[in-house]
């Protein structure tokens, strides 16, 4: 049996930065957590949507890089 979570950290959800230069809120996508209440192991994921955003991210990177 899984139950899903929200994330917390310091009263806030916890969040990944998508880009080291800038701390905007929607640069930041929020991390969640799967919890197997058997065996208490916890995976964490993001949404569909912010793994989306985060393989067209580094889709611009790699791109970028192949450019020069």
């Known amino acids: 049996m899984h139950e899903k979570y929200r994330t917390v950290a310091y009263n806030a959800p916890l969040r990944l930065r998508r880009k080291a230069s800038n701390m905007f809120l929607g640069n930041l996508v929020t991390v969640n957590a ?35």
């Open 34 to 68: 799967d919890v197997d209440l058997e065996t208490g192991q916890v995976t964490f994921f993001v949404d569909e949507a912010s793994l989306a955003t985060l393989r067209a991210d580094y889709q611009k990177k790699v791109d970028r890089l192949h450019k020069k």
